[in-house]
């Protein structure tokens, strides 16, 4: 006899619109609260930063609500190895990029991450093979994306960086190769506490990173602006704790595919607010090319819509 599958939770609908509107609007601000940041702070020592205090606080809330255990030495490995993965490529590659691409045109980049997850999905070995509708994704999404860094005019009105466009290209597959391989590896039983683990790695990894790049030569109290310390303050605390709380609690509590839609109303919010706040100006190519690459991800995660796994692993922003 086949066990009926169990069913997340009911929420609080309250509870349920503030934790969808949190991971909506917080998540798609962070894109323009990074470019804000990096003004005056460097990239690699901001992602360093930004993560070891968000590691420590959800580490710590982790205890204190009891669902923590001690680690062991394997999941410390392999959270060192996907909190690299995710917050190094994937956010430090985001962070970096945004000083040379603005930020709306690297959310859409960014929303990508779906549409490599169903591909490292099908080529590993074992791997789920792309419905219909999740390959007509494929191909809207990555076309979309081929138009968006394509020669001639995007949202700066001249093609994008092509470094900028290469390391945007490499950030979504980082997450999406650690969110494919990171649910067979060992970790604690507590999503908090596994995400707290990653990012503690990761915010180390990153400040090894920024001592290498010489960053610290700049790293001064003094000319680190007001704007960019309340962005970091903004980064990490409503960005990666209370947001990615938000997320861990929805998954618990509604289903992972409804979860993961953050993927494609990210990038309309980013290029909003970039627009309307930031200054970046939109074009008709980035209205185009970003609702195609949003329908892309749209119709592949309607394909993982049965999926027992999270459409996407986040702290993408």
């Known amino acids: 006899?086949?066990?009926?599958?169990?069913?997340?939770?009911?929420?609080?609908?309250?509870?349920?619109?503030?934790?969808?509107?949190?991971?909506?609007?917080?998540?798609?601000?962070?894109?323009?609260?990074?470019?804000?940041?990096?003004?005056?702070?460097?990239?690699?020592t901001l992602v360093g930063v930004r993560f070891l205090l968000a590691g420590?606080?959800?580490?710590?809330?982790s205890v204190l609500r009891g669902g923590a255990r001690r680690p062991r030495a394997a999941e410390w490995r392999a959270a060192a190895l996907y909190g690299s993965l995710f917050f190094v490529v994937g956010n430090g590659g985001v962070t970096w990029s945004e000083q040379r691409v603005p930020s709306g045109i690297v959310a859409i980049l960014v929303a990508a991450v779906p549409l490599w997850i169903?591909?490292?999905?099908w080529a590993r070995r074992g791997g789920q093979r792309p419905t219909?509708?999740?390959?007509?994704g494929l191909v809207l999404g990555f076309g979309g994306i081929a138009l968006l860094i394509g020669p001639g005019e995007s949202l700066t009105r001249s093609a994008v960086d092509p470094v900028a466009a290469i390391v945007m290209a490499l950030c979504p597959l980082g997450w999406a190769y650690g969110t494919v391989h990171a649910r067979h590896a060992p970790h604690p039983p507590s999503l908090i506490q596994t995400?707290?683990?990653?990012?503690?790695?990761?915010?180390?990894?990153?400040?090894?990173?920024?001592?290498?790049?010489g960053e610290w030569r700049h790293a001064r109290l003094d000319v680190v602006s007001a704007k960019s310390l309340f962005s970091l303050a903004y980064l990490v605390l409503l960005g990666s704790v209370v947001a990615f709380s938000a997320y861990a609690w929805l998954i618990r509590t509604t289903t992972p595919s409804r979860a993961g839609t953050y993927a494609y109303v990210n990038?309309?919010?980013?290029v909003i607010l970039g627009w309307a706040l930031g200054g970046e100006p939109i074009t008709g190519r980035v209205i185009l090319t970003g609702s195609i690459v949003v329908l892309g991800v749209f119709l592949i995660l309607r394909s993982m819509a049965t999926s027992p796994e999270p459409a996407a692993s986040r702290d993408a922003g």
């Open 118 to 121: 169903a591909l490292l999905d």
């Open 132 to 136: 219909p509708l999740a390959i007509t």
């Open 195 to 213: 995400s707290a683990m990653q990012m503690l790695a990761g915010g180390l990894v990153a400040l090894v990173l920024a001592t290498l790049f």
């Open 56 to 61: 420590g606080i959800l580490y710590g809330w």
């Open 267 to 270: 990038p309309i919010v980013a």
């Open 1 to 44: 006899m086949n066990a009926t599958p169990k069913r997340p939770a009911a929420g609080p609908l309250p509870l349920i619109v503030l934790a969808f509107a949190a991971i909506y609007l917080i998540w798609g601000s962070t894109y323009l609260v990074i470019r804000f940041a990096i003004e005056s702070i460097q990239p690699f």
